[in-house]
């Protein structure tokens, strides 16, 4: 089966430098992937869309500035997060769509997930 | 209104037990309705889907939607320990954003 990747699975930063979170397709290659993100004991809250070459769709209330969108190729999205605060402290899950199904498939591959600390 | 809305339990069994979960969605352009299983700290994992209103058998797992009362069911028969998670429902418009319900923690005691 498709396999998505994120690195790193936890990360632990100082208030306000920026972190970098990297969603790799293993086995297929996707022109969009999907950034949520996940409090304890709360559903998983779509960010943003990434689309691979062009500018990432963001969710009403997602700052585009502070969590910057980086699709540079078929198999590869990151994620930073700007001058980070506490608040920001979250579980931040990619999810990746096979493109090689067919048009309409449902399918959307999720990965491991990264959990963020800001000290 | 929520777009969906999940009873986030928690939910404790017995092993053997038939499991009932329900999400409720607000927005009839919903078309795919999916059902996922997510356990501690990780990312979750498809277990259903359904496109239709009606039935879909998976093992010990039936996926059921009724779309003139927009209610989505999982049943799971015979549970197993294995089976505690949390179990997330989602749905799906015309495009590819996913909406997921709160989630809710099942524990399927041995």
């Known amino acids: 089966g498709a396999v998505v990747s994120q690195h790193p699975s936890r990360v632990i930063c100082k208030s306000g430098t920026s972190v970098k979170i990297e969603c790799r397709s293993l086995?297929?290659?996707?022109?969009?992937m999907f950034w949520y993100r996940q409090f304890p004991k709360k559903s998983l809250m779509l960010m943003a869309t990434?689309?691979?070459?062009?500018?990432?769709?963001?969710e009403q209330g997602v700052e585009k500035d502070k969590f910057l969108i980086n699709h540079a190729s078929l198999t590869l999205s990151t994620l930073t997060v700007t001058s980070a605060h506490p608040e920001d402290s979250s579980f931040y899950i990619c999810?990746?769509?096979?493109?090689?199904?067919?048009?309409?498939?449902?399918?959307?591959?999720f990965g491991p997930g990264t959990r963020l600390t800001v000290t | 209104q929520k777009e969906v809305e999940q009873d986030p339990g928690p939910l404790s069994v017995p092993e053997g037990a038939i499991v009932s979960l329900n999400c409720t969605y607000s927005?009839?352009?919903?078309?795919?309705f999916m059902w996922y299983r997510q356990y501690s700290r990780k990312g979750p994992e498809l277990l259903m889907y359904?496109?239709?209103?009606g039935n879909k058998e998976d093992g010990r797992f039936t996926a059921q939607v009724d779309k003139s009362s927009k209610y989505i069911s999982l049943f799971i028969r015979d549970s197993q320990p294995s089976d505690s998670a949390t179990y997330l429902c989602?749905?799906?418009?015309?495009?590819?954003?996913?909406?997921f319900g709160k989630g809710t923690l099942l524990t399927v005691n041995p």
């Open positions: 999810s990746a769509r096979d493109e090689g199904l067919q048009l309409d498939s449902y399918e959307q591959y």
């Open positions: 990434s689309n691979e070459g062009s500018k990432a769709t963001y």
């Open positions: 086995d297929f290659q996707a022109t969009t």
């Open positions: 927005n009839s352009a919903f078309q795919y």
């Open positions: 989602a749905v799906r418009g015309s495009n590819y954003k996913l909406t």
């Open positions: 359904t496109y239709s209103s």
